[in-house]
DNA sequence: CGCGACGTTGATTTGCCTCAACGATTGTGG
DNA sequence: CCACAATCGTTGAGGCAAATCAACGTCGCG
């Protein structure tokens, strides 16, 4: 098992004894989500968050029109989850599945809070990163109140460099917030 | 010093001691700040977060055409901020100001990395604090993309029932993300 | 009182959506 | 290995929600 991307990622913000990373990385459990295959559907109580290893992970919701509108998408290195869903033990509204073959390693919501009360510093590494996740979603929120498509579409090219390329459009669209026929328009028109 | 508000948002998710509970209360300075007036700028630095004892507070954006966006308000009982200029010490793109004379417990950056080590719990406090707002910024961003005006503002209503009665239509406007004249016409069309 | 901020209303415009039709590509089973 | 279905991107015609611009009434306040 290859916990480096993790270890990586944990190092960046926070110091772990041994025993504690031991501790925390024996909690994980390693997932396999198979491409157009769900981790947890809308209705469902989620259990847990997904640090992704390989492949790509998105979490959507379906409108009243049944329309796809994507909160995030998940390469490798970041984390997904319904945090309301888990935190609160209610079903979810989301759906998460994969949109590549992808590997993950998975934390349970019961497991987490018996690590904040052995591991303190782990409590401070979900902090960190929720309020970094925080300033990007109020970004993004201020983002599509202000910005024209066009300009949130150079955003997303910026947010996810690599992951532009080898996305369908409609899912990029689906994350922009506009159709896949007027995202079609807007890149085919001069200007 | 009335901490009695603050107190109980506290108890509610984690349990100090009297002397941690005490530290705590030390960091925080008594801040006043007069209807219309700035607590931060766009631009500057911001020092720290406030916790809104009285009057109501909020956070805002310009964009490109110089017209406000709203973030956040923040009645008593509410924490408000501009993180991403807290946290890493840059400029910050928001300005927050008072909707009413207001007063406030404000925590600098500084001290609040102290506290954090000198009592866990603290970064617990915040921790879910922080995963509560990604909840709710998280929901907002699905309803700006999936949601007519009239329903946005539906739900305005019910995550601010009091503020509803006393804020001057043109900032409701701005955080539904509609222009006033367009809320005007909306309210007063019969259906 | 007179000014400035606010809400209202109307005419017009526009960014984006809807619906529909049609190629191109992919992948899947016979 | 081919045939067919499914998915995706493209393009066009038409429609609608919301923006823009402008004018005007009202109210609270210095």
Redesign the interface.
């Known amino acids: 098992m290859d916990f480096s991307l993790l270890l990586t990622h944990l190092q960046k913000n926070v110091q772990l004894s041994q025993e504690e990373e031991q501790l925390f990385l024996s909690k994980l459990q390693f997932k396999s989500v198979d491409r157009k295959q769900f981790l947890y559907q809308e209705g469902a109580i989620h259990q847990g968050m997904s640090f992704v290893i390989s492949g790509c992970l998105r979490s959507y919701?379906l409108?009243?029109n049944g329309?796809e509108?994507i909160?995030q998408f998940a390469p490798p290195g970041w984390w997904i989850a319904d945090?309301?869903s888990v935190?609160n033990q209610i079903p979810s509204s989301l759906n998460i599945d994969a949109i590549e073959n992808s590997t993950m390693f998975f934390l349970t919501h019961q497991d987490r809070e018996k690590l904040?009360v052995a591991i303190?510093q782990l409590?401070?590494f979900?902090?960190i990163l929720?309020?970094n996740?925080?300033?990007t979603?109020?970004?993004?929120?201020?983002d599509?109140?202000?910005?024209t498509a066009k300009d949130r579409y150079q955003n997303f090219c910026k947010l996810y460099p690599g992951l532009i390329m080898e996305l369908p459009q409609k899912q990029v669209a689906a994350y922009i917030?506009v159709t896949p026929e007027f995202l079609s328009k807007m890149l085919n028109s001069k200007q």
């Open positions: 919701s409108d009243a329309v509108h909160l945090i309301n935190n904040f303190p409590e401070r979900f902090r929720v309020e996740s925080l300033i979603y109020q970004k993004r929120l201020l599509n109140m202000s910005l917030g």
